[in-house]
Antibody, heavy 122, light 106 residues
Protein backbone atom coordinates (compact mmCIF):
# COMPACT_ATOMS: atom_id res chain seq x y z
CA UNK A 1 0.00 0.00 0.00
CA UNK A 2 1.34 3.39 -1.03
CA UNK A 3 1.69 5.76 1.90
CA UNK A 4 2.97 9.29 2.17
CA UNK A 5 3.43 10.93 5.56
CA UNK A 6 4.39 14.53 6.19
CA UNK A 7 5.89 15.93 9.36
CA UNK A 8 7.65 19.02 10.62
CA UNK A 9 4.90 21.60 10.56
CA UNK A 10 4.17 23.98 13.39
CA UNK A 11 4.19 27.62 14.43
CA UNK A 12 7.02 29.87 13.30
CA UNK A 13 7.65 33.61 13.41
CA UNK A 14 7.89 35.73 10.27
CA UNK A 15 11.38 35.52 8.87
CA UNK A 16 11.93 32.14 10.49
CA UNK A 17 12.71 28.76 9.01
CA UNK A 18 11.17 25.32 9.06
CA UNK A 19 11.96 21.99 7.46
CA UNK A 20 9.20 19.68 6.35
CA UNK A 21 9.77 15.98 5.81
CA UNK A 22 7.80 13.46 3.83
CA UNK A 23 8.31 9.74 4.30
CA UNK A 24 7.05 7.44 1.56
CA UNK A 25 6.48 3.71 1.46
CA UNK A 26 4.77 1.04 -0.59
CA UNK A 27 6.42 1.85 -3.92
CA UNK A 28 9.86 2.23 -5.50
CA UNK A 29 10.51 5.77 -4.31
CA UNK A 30 13.45 6.39 -6.64
CA UNK A 31 11.21 5.85 -9.69
CA UNK A 32 8.88 8.77 -9.04
CA UNK A 33 8.93 12.53 -8.92
CA UNK A 34 7.61 14.08 -5.72
CA UNK A 35 5.70 17.28 -5.18
CA UNK A 36 4.73 19.70 -2.44
CA UNK A 37 1.35 21.39 -2.65
CA UNK A 38 -0.09 23.78 -0.09
CA UNK A 39 -3.50 25.05 0.87
CA UNK A 40 -4.01 28.23 2.85
CA UNK A 41 -6.95 28.19 5.30
CA UNK A 42 -10.19 28.31 3.37
CA UNK A 43 -8.39 28.63 0.03
CA UNK A 44 -7.63 26.45 -2.96
CA UNK A 45 -4.68 24.25 -3.81
CA UNK A 46 -1.35 25.86 -4.72
CA UNK A 47 1.58 23.93 -6.14
CA UNK A 48 4.87 24.70 -4.38
CA UNK A 49 7.68 22.55 -5.78
CA UNK A 50 8.59 19.38 -7.65
CA UNK A 51 11.68 17.18 -7.75
CA UNK A 52 12.55 14.52 -10.30
CA UNK A 53 13.34 10.91 -9.29
CA UNK A 54 17.09 11.49 -9.36
CA UNK A 55 16.83 15.06 -8.02
CA UNK A 56 18.43 16.30 -11.23
CA UNK A 57 15.45 18.51 -12.08
CA UNK A 58 13.69 20.82 -9.64
CA UNK A 59 10.89 23.31 -10.13
CA UNK A 60 9.51 25.98 -7.81
CA UNK A 61 6.51 28.25 -7.80
CA UNK A 62 7.47 31.90 -8.20
CA UNK A 63 5.97 32.62 -4.78
CA UNK A 64 8.59 30.49 -3.02
CA UNK A 65 11.57 30.65 -5.39
CA UNK A 66 14.71 31.68 -3.56
CA UNK A 67 13.20 30.95 -0.15
CA UNK A 68 12.24 27.25 -0.30
CA UNK A 69 14.48 24.32 -1.19
CA UNK A 70 13.22 20.87 -2.10
CA UNK A 71 15.45 17.82 -1.77
CA UNK A 72 15.16 14.07 -1.51
CA UNK A 73 17.02 11.11 -0.10
CA UNK A 74 16.21 8.00 -2.11
CA UNK A 75 18.01 5.85 0.43
CA UNK A 76 15.56 7.01 3.08
CA UNK A 77 12.51 7.18 0.81
CA UNK A 78 12.04 10.77 1.87
CA UNK A 79 11.55 14.19 0.39
CA UNK A 80 12.10 17.46 2.22
CA UNK A 81 11.09 21.09 1.97
CA UNK A 82 13.41 23.58 3.62
CA UNK A 83 11.53 26.84 4.11
CA UNK A 84 13.29 30.08 4.98
CA UNK A 85 12.30 33.74 5.23
CA UNK A 86 8.80 32.64 6.03
CA UNK A 87 5.94 35.08 5.61
CA UNK A 88 2.41 35.19 6.94
CA UNK A 89 1.16 34.25 3.48
CA UNK A 90 3.06 30.95 3.70
CA UNK A 91 0.60 29.83 6.36
CA UNK A 92 -1.02 26.71 4.97
CA UNK A 93 -1.41 22.97 5.14
CA UNK A 94 1.49 21.52 3.18
CA UNK A 95 0.84 18.28 1.33
CA UNK A 96 3.41 15.89 -0.05
CA UNK A 97 2.26 13.98 -3.13
CA UNK A 98 3.69 11.33 -5.41
CA UNK A 99 4.02 12.60 -8.95
CA UNK A 100 4.66 10.98 -12.26
CA UNK A 101 7.81 9.17 -13.34
CA UNK A 102 8.62 12.28 -15.38
CA UNK A 103 8.71 15.49 -13.33
CA UNK A 104 6.57 18.33 -14.58
CA UNK A 105 4.00 16.21 -16.33
CA UNK A 106 0.62 14.75 -15.65
CA UNK A 107 -1.08 14.61 -12.30
CA UNK A 108 0.76 16.48 -9.56
CA UNK A 109 -0.17 13.71 -7.17
CA UNK A 110 -1.78 10.31 -7.34
CA UNK A 111 -1.14 9.66 -3.65
CA UNK A 112 -1.24 12.44 -1.09
CA UNK A 113 -0.29 12.65 2.56
CA UNK A 114 -2.56 13.97 5.26
CA UNK A 115 -0.76 17.30 5.28
CA UNK A 116 1.13 19.25 7.91
CA UNK A 117 0.10 22.71 9.06
CA UNK A 118 2.58 25.57 8.98
CA UNK A 119 1.52 28.72 10.81
CA UNK A 120 3.60 31.85 10.33
CA UNK A 121 2.67 34.43 12.92
CA UNK A 122 4.30 36.78 15.36
CA UNK B 1 1.01 33.53 -16.38
CA UNK B 2 -1.28 30.65 -17.28
CA UNK B 3 -4.67 30.51 -15.58
CA UNK B 4 -7.29 27.81 -15.21
CA UNK B 5 -10.80 29.05 -14.59
CA UNK B 6 -13.51 27.03 -12.87
CA UNK B 7 -17.02 28.04 -11.78
CA UNK B 8 -17.07 28.60 -8.02
CA UNK B 9 -20.04 26.36 -7.48
CA UNK B 10 -22.21 23.79 -9.21
CA UNK B 11 -25.39 22.23 -7.89
CA UNK B 12 -26.97 18.96 -8.96
CA UNK B 13 -29.88 16.85 -7.81
CA UNK B 14 -29.15 13.32 -6.65
CA UNK B 15 -29.07 10.93 -9.59
CA UNK B 16 -28.59 13.68 -12.14
CA UNK B 17 -25.48 14.57 -14.11
CA UNK B 18 -23.07 17.23 -12.91
CA UNK B 19 -20.59 18.91 -15.21
CA UNK B 20 -17.68 20.99 -13.96
CA UNK B 21 -15.67 22.97 -16.47
CA UNK B 22 -12.08 24.15 -16.45
CA UNK B 23 -11.02 26.74 -19.00
CA UNK B 24 -7.57 27.73 -20.11
CA UNK B 25 -5.80 28.86 -23.25
CA UNK B 26 -5.32 25.83 -25.51
CA UNK B 27 -5.98 23.58 -22.54
CA UNK B 28 -6.82 20.76 -24.91
CA UNK B 29 -3.14 20.55 -25.84
CA UNK B 30 -2.17 19.77 -22.25
CA UNK B 31 -2.98 16.81 -20.07
CA UNK B 32 -5.51 17.77 -17.41
CA UNK B 33 -6.06 16.09 -14.06
CA UNK B 34 -8.95 16.42 -11.63
CA UNK B 35 -8.90 16.19 -7.86
CA UNK B 36 -11.71 15.77 -5.36
CA UNK B 37 -11.35 17.21 -1.88
CA UNK B 38 -13.84 16.76 0.92
CA UNK B 39 -13.80 19.00 4.00
CA UNK B 40 -10.90 18.22 6.30
CA UNK B 41 -9.45 15.63 3.93
CA UNK B 42 -6.55 15.45 1.51
CA UNK B 43 -7.18 15.74 -2.22
CA UNK B 44 -7.93 12.57 -4.15
CA UNK B 45 -7.04 12.10 -7.81
CA UNK B 46 -10.18 11.20 -9.78
CA UNK B 47 -9.02 11.78 -13.37
CA UNK B 48 -5.57 11.92 -14.97
CA UNK B 49 -4.38 12.35 -18.55
CA UNK B 50 -7.64 14.06 -19.49
CA UNK B 51 -9.92 11.05 -19.12
CA UNK B 52 -8.24 8.19 -17.29
CA UNK B 53 -9.70 6.99 -13.99
CA UNK B 54 -7.37 5.70 -11.27
CA UNK B 55 -8.27 2.36 -9.81
CA UNK B 56 -10.96 2.66 -7.20
CA UNK B 57 -12.63 5.71 -8.74
CA UNK B 58 -16.25 4.96 -9.66
CA UNK B 59 -17.22 4.75 -13.32
CA UNK B 60 -19.67 7.62 -12.87
CA UNK B 61 -16.64 9.93 -13.02
CA UNK B 62 -15.60 10.78 -16.57
CA UNK B 63 -13.88 13.68 -18.28
CA UNK B 64 -12.94 15.22 -21.58
CA UNK B 65 -10.56 17.90 -22.78
CA UNK B 66 -10.76 19.78 -26.04
CA UNK B 67 -9.86 23.22 -27.36
CA UNK B 68 -9.92 25.54 -24.35
CA UNK B 69 -12.08 23.55 -21.96
CA UNK B 70 -11.75 20.42 -19.87
CA UNK B 71 -14.93 18.99 -18.36
CA UNK B 72 -15.42 16.65 -15.43
CA UNK B 73 -18.73 14.81 -15.59
CA UNK B 74 -20.33 12.94 -12.72
CA UNK B 75 -23.17 10.78 -13.99
CA UNK B 76 -25.77 9.88 -11.42
CA UNK B 77 -24.33 12.14 -8.76
CA UNK B 78 -24.56 10.89 -5.20
CA UNK B 79 -24.46 12.69 -1.87
CA UNK B 80 -21.00 11.22 -1.30
CA UNK B 81 -19.76 13.19 -4.35
CA UNK B 82 -20.35 16.50 -2.61
CA UNK B 83 -16.90 18.06 -2.44
CA UNK B 84 -14.56 20.63 -3.93
CA UNK B 85 -13.12 19.74 -7.32
CA UNK B 86 -9.89 21.11 -8.75
CA UNK B 87 -8.50 20.84 -12.26
CA UNK B 88 -4.73 20.88 -12.79
CA UNK B 89 -2.34 21.16 -15.71
CA UNK B 90 1.28 22.09 -16.32
CA UNK B 91 2.60 25.21 -18.03
CA UNK B 92 6.28 26.09 -18.41
CA UNK B 93 7.41 23.75 -15.63
CA UNK B 94 4.74 25.09 -13.28
CA UNK B 95 1.77 23.11 -12.03
CA UNK B 96 -1.37 25.17 -12.24
CA UNK B 97 -4.57 24.52 -10.30
CA UNK B 98 -7.96 25.92 -11.08
CA UNK B 99 -9.62 27.88 -8.32
CA UNK B 100 -11.85 24.97 -7.41
CA UNK B 101 -15.56 24.24 -7.77
CA UNK B 102 -17.78 23.39 -4.85
CA UNK B 103 -20.20 20.69 -5.91
CA UNK B 104 -23.45 20.55 -3.98
CA UNK B 105 -25.71 17.54 -4.33
CA UNK B 106 -29.23 18.36 -3.18
Amino acid sequence: EVQVLESGGGPVKPGGSLRLSCAASGFTFSDYSMNWVRQAPGKGLEWVSSISPSASTIYYADSVKGRFTISRDNGKNSVYLQMTSLRAEDTAVYYCARGEVIVGAGAVGDYWGQGTLVTVSS
Amino acid sequence: SYDLTQPPSVSVSPGQTASITCSGDNLGKRFTSWFQQKPGQSPVLVIYKDKQRPSGIPERFSASNSANTATLTISGAQAVDEADYYCQAWDSFTAIFGGGTQLTVL
